[in-house]
């Protein structure tokens, strides 16, 4: 028997004024390799997702780390490291010059079997900068 968990954030999150949808439900990349922080962000209580450049990386001179947010213990909020947007999204995010104006907006977990998991994510940023995110 299957046992399957999706939990959607969109209906408790509210688009910030002037910002718009660039893309949606993209997946974590990289998640099953922090698993353990993933789960940990999963059983925390308020959510919520952050990106950071990671202009370090060796592997992807156009990097952005996904760290989670959730409150944990006595309502303290703790940080997870959950892995990279994808590199065909993040390309276009730095290409456009975009790294510090768009952010993750958390659409969904899944859940299943104690096998897979997924957190997916919105990228929303400023509605003028939509056709310069589209055309990197």
């Known amino acids: 028997m299957t046992n399957f ?42 959510k919520r997702l952050q990106f950071i450049r990671d202009k370090e990386n060796k592997l992807d001179k156009n990097a952005i780390a996904v760290t989670g947010f959730s409150k944990g213990f006595l309502s303290k909020e703790k940080e997870f ?3 990279y947007i994808p590199r ?12 510090n104006e768009v952010i993750p907006r958390l659409e969904r977990i899944y859940l299943g079997n104690k096998v897979f998991l997924d957190i997916a994510f919105q990228l929303i940023g400023k509605a003028e900068n939509k056709d310069k995110y589209q055309n990197a």
């Not at 939990?7 to 998640?31: C, H, T, W």
């Not at 065909?88 to 790294?99: F, M, Q, T």
Request: proline share 2%; net charge positive.
């Open 81 to 83: 490291f959950l892995g």
């Open 88 to 99: 065909d999204i993040a390309r276009k995010i730095v290409g456009a010059g975009l790294e």
């Open 5 to 46: 968990k999706e939990i959607n954030f969109l209906q408790n999150s509210d688009m910030p004024i002037g910002y718009q949808v660039y893309e949606k439900r993209i997946s974590i990349a990289d998640l099953q390799i922090y698993r353990g922080q993933a789960l940990s962000f999963c059983k925390g209580g308020k």
